[in-house]
């Protein structure tokens, strides 16, 4: 059983606003993902971290920005929201080196007016 | 070209039915193969996975890797309407530091 966590996990902010959202995971696993999902379409890698201190952007151009000052947490921040970057974002990790098989959070639906 | 390729469907069947999933991929590199459910407004779960060729049964669900023809499947037996998700491959290799590639999913519906 996957224990990650996201939140909020519905956000409804308007143009403007600087959001932060967060993901945690309990496994201790070193690597952790986010993607971007519209609704009915499919994963966009946009930010990734293999363990503390490491942050890499996927194959997504975006205008989030992510830390990873501990293994646990992997929080995504956009500065300016735009109505562009409403979505579904999903938090994933993993802890296997080879199969790379990850666990998913539930998902924030960010909603920007 | 995508790595990976996967019908988005939606692929619609009679509940009971035998369901066939697939993706087709380019890259004989790769080594793990995954299948994960997404139900809507959910994160994916994975499924199954398999490493190289071969079949991997696990209840009703049976994942096939076909490496000479870079062709996975999943099978669905007596499909259910608690089945209609979307099913997504996954897979991964060496030389990309077995980051996870994605097909693009495929909307299943079981009518009951």
């Known amino acids: 059983e996957a224990d990650i966590y996201q939140t909020p996990r519905y956000l409804v902010i308007g143009t403007g606003k600087k959001i932060t959202l967060e993901c945690s995971q309990t496994m201790g696993h070193d690597k952790m993902y986010w993607y971007q999902q519209d609704p009915g379409m499919e994963l966009h890698l946009i930010h990734y971290s293999y363990g503390v201190n490491s942050t890499e952007k996927g194959d997504l151009s975006s205008e989030s920005t992510v830390s990873r000052i501990r293994t646990e947490h992997f929080p995504l921040t956009l500065e300016s929201a735009r109505p562009s970057h409403t979505s579904q974002y999903l938090c994933?990790?993993?802890?296997?080196?080879?199969?790379?098989?990850?666990?998913f959070g539930p998902g924030t639906r960010l909603t920007v007016l | 070209q995508k790595e990976v390729e996967q019908d988005p469907g939606p692929l619609s069947v009679p509940e009971g039915a035998i369901v066939s999933l697939n993706c087709t991929y380019s890259?004989?590199?790769?080594?793990?193969f995954m299948w994960y459910r997404q139900y809507s407004r959910k994160g994916p779960e994975l499924l199954m996975y398999?490493?190289s060729s071969g079949n991997k049964e696990d209840g009703r669900f049976t994942a096939q890797v076909d490496k000479s023809s870079k062709y996975i499947s999943l099978f669905i037996r007596d499909s259910q309407p608690s089945d209609s998700a979307t099913y997504l491959c996954a897979m991964s290799r060496m030389d990309s530091n077995y980051q996870l590639i994605w097909g693009a999913g495929t909307k299943l519906i079981i009518k009951p």
């Open positions: 994933a990790s993993s802890g296997d080196i080879s199969t790379d098989t990850q666990y």
């Open positions: 398999t490493y």
């Open positions: 890259n004989s590199a790769f080594q793990y």
